[in-house]
């Protein structure tokens, strides 16, 4: 119980570190940076629980979020392309280091242990995510393009966190 704890606290200390700290600029490059760089991490987790799953409903979920986030990505990435905006990743990135210590952390939870403990990250990924999207994100945003896209996906991010919810509700105690 205790590493699905530290893996959980983690998703919140992996979107701090994105950025969602109002000290840091909030300017659009950095933003799409953010944006891209919460993608990359959800799709590697779930690729991740893609392999590790010990049940098929927790590996589809996996495979779909890697999916989902691939997709919300390249989006993203496309946008900036297209309004010429290089992503510029906050100073100091975080983001990378706390990335790799929540797959650290995931990694090393047993096999047992797996399901519960990503299930619990992606509900506390999310719900960080979504919180940084309302608070910080969205009101920082200048463009409006890049704001629309933020807002026309930021409904999958809650119903990601809500299929989590429910998913680690009905794992065995």
Request: glycine letters at 4%; aromatic letters at 4%; proline letters at 5%.
């Amino acid at each position: 119980m205790k590493s699905m704890l530290t893996v959980a606290a983690g998703a919140t200390a992996l979107l701090l570190a994105f950025g969602t700290t109002p000290a840091l600029a909030q300017d659009d490059p950095t933003i799409v940076a953010i944006f891209d760089a919460a993608n990359t991490a959800d799709i590697e987790t779930g690729k991740l629980a893609e392999k590790r799953g010990q049940s098929q409903q927790v590996r589809d979920f996996g495979a779909m979020l890697a999916r989902d986030h691939a997709t919300v990505r390249q989006m993203g990435r496309d946008l900036a392309k297209k309004l010429n905006v290089t992503p510029t990743p906050p100073t100091p990135d975080e983001g990378k280091a706390a990335h790799q210590a929540a797959m650290k952390r995931l990694t090393s939870v047993s096999d047992a242990e797996f399901d519960r403990a990503f299930l619990l990250y992606e509900v506390s990924f999310h719900k960080s995510v979504i919180d940084a999207i309302n608070t910080t994100l969205l009101p920082a945003i200048d463009n409006a393009e890049l704001k629309a896209l933020v807002v026309k996906v930021a409904p999958a991010f809650q119903g990601h966190m809500m299929a989590a919810e429910q998913m680690e509700k009905k794992l065995p105690k």
